[in-house]
């Protein structure tokens, strides 16, 4: 049998979308990815692969096993919805087949080998490229001008990104999945399937809360663009499913297990008084008023509703709020839709915007979690090693650096607020003293993305390896 590789290029080319050079790109970020994900190991991810292990042992009721068991005090920590349990118990019964995953008896976490901790990471990568093909499309269907080719670009600066490369494949956090779906399912209701879009934000909640947030918030809107009728079938096929697993799971373990879990998170900007308020709920509650308001008006398309509101939820939910770096997934895709909107202003601005947020991430995940991720994240390579922000003496820098992130995710917000609400309509707009062509922002924000990863990595391997004084 004959091959032809030009053809077996050309169609792979037709069925991704993308230009030869962006598949090559793309395939080096995957590998990347992978690559730094050899380098670390932190502990979040033993302790979810050996609750898992229970599925992969038949016990599918991982919460309940446990509350049977002699790990009974682990239970609290069991704080997952049921999904997140399936999906890793899959993992670690396809790691059984090749031999990983040995341990026994298993009664405590166990500290994992290189191919235990890459195989998870290797079942994050679809949703990272589910990340990147929806921006592709967010921007091909509702942001492309005429004559204009940058879908591969799109692609990449999100594929890129460094929250998500970091929460992925360096911490090891599967938060990466339900952003994806969450992303996804604002995509597939901006492009008026509802249906879809709607279980698509099911399936994130399915495996982590935060998406109902942006599905309560966005009923207004179903409701008037698509009538109770089509906006409630998949609410209620939603619900369906949720209510048939909470049922399947319904247990003791279950019940002090996932469902005693509460967020003990604080809002960072708050007012102190007779009555405390949050911040978090008042912008929430502003954002539903917003989406009353829209689903009431006219002058909106529904993807500028959509990407208005998903935007919102995720940034609102956290930029005022006490965070673990994991959860900075949950916006990261909007940060790049924030990118992809502000193209069209040819201005250096918001890629350094954006460059300028996820430095301060990076530095964030050390420095405000110096014993959750700065001593924890590299401890294959040298386990007794002091964090970078002990050695550095960077404790100061915690709250400076807290309030810069808040500050600029909502000013940042706020111009992507008044991009997508303005849209094309005409009116003076500030000019650019520099222009940038669009093309040259997509490729500047990929490679500043990856040298910043790259950079993080190197600056903790540097430290594994520098000696300790004293």
């Known amino acids: 049998m004959n091959l032809n590789l030009g053809e077996a290029a050309a169609a792979t080319e037709r069925l991704l979308g993308a230009s030869r050079r962006v598949i090559l790109a793309a395939a080096g970020v995957v590998v990347f990815a992978l690559g730094i994900s050899l380098l670390s190991a932190h502990r979040d991810l033993d302790y979810i692969v050996w609750a898992s292990h229970y ?61 235990e901790y890459l195989l998870p990471r290797l079942s994050y990568v679809p949703a990272l490229l589910l990340v990147a093909w929806t921006a592709r499309r967010f921007w091909e269907q509702f942001l492309r001008k005429d004559g204009e080719d940058l879908g591969g670009h799109a692609f990449l600066a999100a594929l890129t990104s460094p929250i998500l490369l970091f929460v ?70 939603g619900a369906a499913v949720s209510a048939a697993i909470v049922a399947a799971f319904w247990s003791p373990g279950f019940r002090e297990g996932y469902l005693a879990f509460r967020n003990h998170g604080y809002d960072a900007i708050f007012w102190d008084g007779p009555v405390r308020t949050t911040l978090t709920e008042w912008l929430l509650a502003g954002l539903l008023v917003a989406s009353i308001w829209m689903s009431l008006f006219r002058g909106l398309a529904l993807w500028q509703k959509v990407a208005l509101l998903y935007a919102g939820s995720v940034v609102f939910l956290l930029a005022p709020r006490y965070w673990f770096p994991q959860y900075m997934a949950w916006a990261a895709p909007a940060l790049v839709l924030f990118v992809l909107v502000a193209l069209r202003h040819r201005s250096a601005f918001f890629p350094l915007a954006y460059a300028g947020l996820n430095a301060l991430y990076l530095a964030a995940t050390f420095v405000l979690f110096p014993d959750n991720v700065d001593t924890n994240m590299f401890r294959a390579l040298a386990p007794a090693v002091p964090g970078l922000t002990a050695r550095l003496h960077l404790e100061a820098l915690a709250g400076p650096l807290w309030t810069a992130i808040a500050v600029l995710l909502l000013a940042l917000t706020g111009f992507f607020a008044a991009d997508v609400a303005l849209d094309d309509r005409p009116g003076r707009r500030p000019e650019p003293v520099r222009p940038l062509p669009p093309k040259l922002q997509l490729t500047a924000v990929a490679v500043a993305s990856i040298a910043l990863v790259a950079l993080y990595v190197a600056a903790h391997v540097a430290n594994v390896f520098a000696p300790v004084a004293g």
Request: no cysteine; charged share 10%.
């Open 168 to 237: 992925g494949f360096v911490f090891g956090q599967f938060d990466l999945l339900p952003s994806a779906a969450t992303f996804l399912g604002a995509y597939l209701v901006a492009t008026r399937r509802p249906f879809v879009g709607v279980l698509a934000l099911f399936v994130g909640i399915w495996l982590k809360n935060f998406p109902v947030v942006f599905l309560v918030v966005l009923l207004p809107v179903l409701v008037t663009e698509f009538g109770w009728r089509r906006a409630l079938a998949p609410l209620a096929a």
């Open 55 to 115: 599925v992969a042992e038949g016990r599918w009721n991982v919460y309940q096993a446990v509350y049977d068991g002699p790990a009974r005090p682990f239970i609290e920590g069991f704080t997952y919805p049921p999904l997140a349990y399936l999906w890793f118990g899959a993992i670690v019964a396809v790691g059984k087949l090749f031999g990983l995953y040995g341990y026994a008896p298993w009664l405590v976490p166990q500290p994992l080998t290189a191919a």
